[in-house]
């Protein structure tokens, strides 16, 4: 019997298929929650909400929960850890409260079902989901690079195409001022920069304070374990 050539191959599951490395019950929690979100999220809120980084990322994370795949895990964290630790900041503040930046004040509108607002709680867990995610698959340094140009194309259509901050809308639910790329507060646009200043400006801070630092902790964290990719079964040859 000569050895396996290929030593790395991922062991092989009844039918030749690959053995894939996220486990099966979490694929497919996660896909029945999507299932559930994304129908909920385009009727409460229409088919924009889904060009926020965190909505994005969601569907970035679903892919590679089924495709072991570690850059698109990878991006997701480089861009949404840092923000997301804040909405949770925000929301334990409100919780208490204490509101910070107002940013979480949706989740204590009454006029919301309480089932919709439990459905955004997935800001405070997909960060250790992902986590987790890189954690198992290995981080891809691509991820940076990758990540940072989505973000400057979901912040441009944002700019351009979406309701800006304080925009009258016939339905209140529906979203304004996508990844706040009119200033920090959705009723009113900031006022301190012109508009296409600032966001240039809030790009860039993202890029250096959220983006950066997420990738350079994720590439010193994981640098015994480099980003794996799956590979085809490869049947032993018998000699």
Same mark, same amino acid.
């Given at each position: 019997?000569?050895? @396996?050539? #290929? ?27 999507? %299932? ?12 924009? @909400?889904?060009?926020?980084? &965190? ?6 994370? +679903? ?5 072991? @795949? ?20 925000? $929301?334990?503040?409100? *919780? +208490? ?10 989740? $204590? ?5 309480? $089932? ?14 992902? &986590? ?19 973000? &400057? ?7 351009? *195409? ?31 920069? =012109?508009?296409? %200043? ?5 790009? +860039?801070?993202? #890029? ?12 010193? *964290?994981?640098?015994?374990?480099? =980003?794996?990719?799956?590979? =085809? ?7």
């Amino acid at each position: 019997m000569k050895p @396996n050539a #290929f030593p790395e191959a991922v062991p092989s599951t009844p039918g030749g298929l690959s053995k894939l490395r996220v486990p099966g019950w979490l694929r497919w929690a996660f896909t029945a929650f999507m %299932l559930v979100l994304v129908p909920v999220y385009w009727a409460n809120y229409g088919p924009t @909400n889904f060009f926020y980084f &965190c909505d994005a990322a969601l569907f970035l994370t +679903l892919v590679a929960v089924w495709t072991d @795949n570690a850059l698109l895990a990878s991006m997701s964290a480089v861009g949404i850890l840092v923000p997301q630790f804040f909405w949770c900041v925000d $929301f334990g503040g409100e *919780l +208490l409260g204490c509101q910070v930046t107002g940013m979480t004040s949706y989740m $204590f509108d009454a006029q919301r079902s309480l $089932f919709l607002r439990g459905l955004s709680l997935f800001h405070g867990w997909l960060p250790f989901l992902l &986590c987790y995610l890189v954690f198992r698959l290995g981080y891809d340094r691509r991820a940076l690079k990758l990540w940072t140009g989505l973000a &400057c194309g979901l912040s441009l259509v944002a700019f351009f *195409l979406l309701p800006p901050a304080g925009a009258t809308l016939a339905d209140p639910q529906l979203p304004r001022n996508v990844n706040y790329v009119f200033g920090l507060d959705d009723a009113h646009p900031q006022t301190w920069l =012109p508009a296409g %200043l600032y966001l240039v400006v809030w790009v +860039l801070a993202l #890029f250096a304070l959220a983006y950066v630092p997420t990738h350079l902790a994720l590439a010193k *964290l994981t640098a015994a374990r480099p =980003p794996r990719h799956p590979q =085809p079964w490869v049947p032993e040859v018998e000699t």
